[in-house]
């Protein structure tokens, strides 16, 4: 119930889109095309601060950039930056147990 209020709120906060149609992103897709992410950035940076998940941006359906929370963003800073923080993580689950 509470997820699905959240996303009528998400919604809400920026319906307005190119051309003057109205809609909303579909924030339940983690890949979006570069074009419709701009079109829709502010609905977009709306579901990664309130819904904490991550999106990508693709290119000719290659993706090429991530938009992640903040304290994620920071985290990798706090590493060293995006190639040891992924040094780390690489790391991490080649140590870690399998997933039952």
């Known amino acids: 119930m509470v997820f699905s209020t959240?996303?009528?709120?998400?919604?809400?906060?920026?319906?307005?889109?190119?051309?003057?149609k109205f809609g909303s992103m579909d924030t339940d897709q983690t890949d979006?095309?570069?074009?419709?992410?701009?079109a829709n950035l502010s609905e977009l940076l709306s579901a990664v601060r309130l819904l904490r998940r991550g999106y990508y941006l693709t290119s000719r359906s290659?993706?090429?950039?991530?938009?992640?929370?903040?304290?994620?963003g920071e985290?990798?800073?706090?590493a060293g930056g995006p190639g040891r923080a992924a040094q780390i993580l690489r790391d991490y689950?080649?140590?870690?147990?399998p997933a039952s």
């Open 93 to 97: 689950l080649a140590e870690a147990p």
């Open 62 to 72: 290659k993706r090429v950039a991530a938009l992640l929370p903040v304290d994620i």
């Open 32 to 38: 979006h095309p570069i074009a419709d992410a701009r």
């Open 75 to 78: 985290l990798v800073d706090q």
């Open 6 to 20: 959240l996303k009528m709120y998400i919604a809400a906060l920026c319906t307005s889109r190119r051309f003057g």
